[in-house]
């Protein structure tokens, strides 16, 4: 009989909320019972009042339970937690159908909640380096040139359009170029892109190493706010794993192109979030502003072109960086109905305006 595959999320925010005494408590219950589980510690999906959040794989589907206290556990499993009976008060039955789940459409967290985040594995069984597969195919300015069709906007607060910036950087001739991206992740109450390094670190490393093929950089570094050590950990160990199977190195899958990854510790300033200081702070200054121009995209780090971008920014390079693997239609990335791309309604909150006096904010 094969095994009842048990998920028990492993990010910062399920862990404080008492997930690896669940897991551990579910182990042992199971040890108790003579049941053969697999656990398997997936990403949060977000709904973090349900966290921890326990699913169990059956016939029909994942069967979810939450918020599950260590202490619930035995009476869980007395009810039938194992073979996915649903009737615990915690059972919640399937967690896509949740009205909080069920009118999102994920794309960069498409796979998060659904696969281990150090699983490669899990990760190229649900496209995972398809883009970085497609993106070999093309040269570099082809590259750019689909970043740019795609209309994709920088994530870290000024939408500045991502294809231009890597543009830039890939029209300047240096010797050594740098694709740096920021994970200060600083403006309180934000975790995006921590939960993107925890539960999904594979898909930061495809963006960043399409990133480096555009451009001609042969570097990364992922400046993350020091606040974040599980999320170190996490990536720390993706780039080894990544770097052992050939998607990081000297020959990405046998390409003959070069791209390497090293995470770095921020500084713990605000002002680090700030992409100059931020490269100030990378180089291992004090962290202070430095006067634009020049653009980093022209004199970044160590005085050569860098592309710097957010977290999101690069973690949603894999998903369209070719046509192929782009949300259908094409031109659904740069419309404001977008549901992923904003939450601006559709009609405008302004008194006496029926509708946006020209495209929504996020549209221009
Ligand atoms: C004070 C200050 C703090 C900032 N903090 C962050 C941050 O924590 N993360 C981030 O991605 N961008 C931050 N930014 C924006 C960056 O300077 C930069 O625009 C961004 O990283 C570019 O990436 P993007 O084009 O992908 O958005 C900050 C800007 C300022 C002025």
Redo the contacts with the bound molecule.
Sequence with gaps: MMATTIYVPCDTTARSLGADAVAARLTRAAERLGVDIQLKRNGSRGLFWLEPLVEVETATGRVAYGPVAPTDVDALVDAGLFEGRQEHDLALGDIEAHPYLARQQRLTFSRIGLTDPLSLEDYTARQGFAGLKQALALTPQGIVDEVKTSGL????????P?GI?WQTVHDTPAAQKYIVC??????SGTFA?RLVMECDPFMLIEGMTIAGLAVGATQGYIYL?SEYPLAQAMLDEAIVRAEAAGYLGDNILDSGHAFHLEVRLGAGA??C????S?LESLEGKRGLVRAKPPLPAIEGLFGQPTV???????AAVPLFSTRAARPTPTTAWASPAAPWRCSWPATSPVAGWSSWPSAPPCAS
Excluded at 153 to 160: D, L, S
Aim: glycine share 16%; proline share 0%.
């Design positions: 906007r920088g994530r870290g607060g000024a939408a500045f991502t910036k920021n994970a200060d992740e600083g403006d892109d706010r605000y002002i979030g700030e992409e100059t931020l710097v971008n957010n977290v999101l920014s690069l």
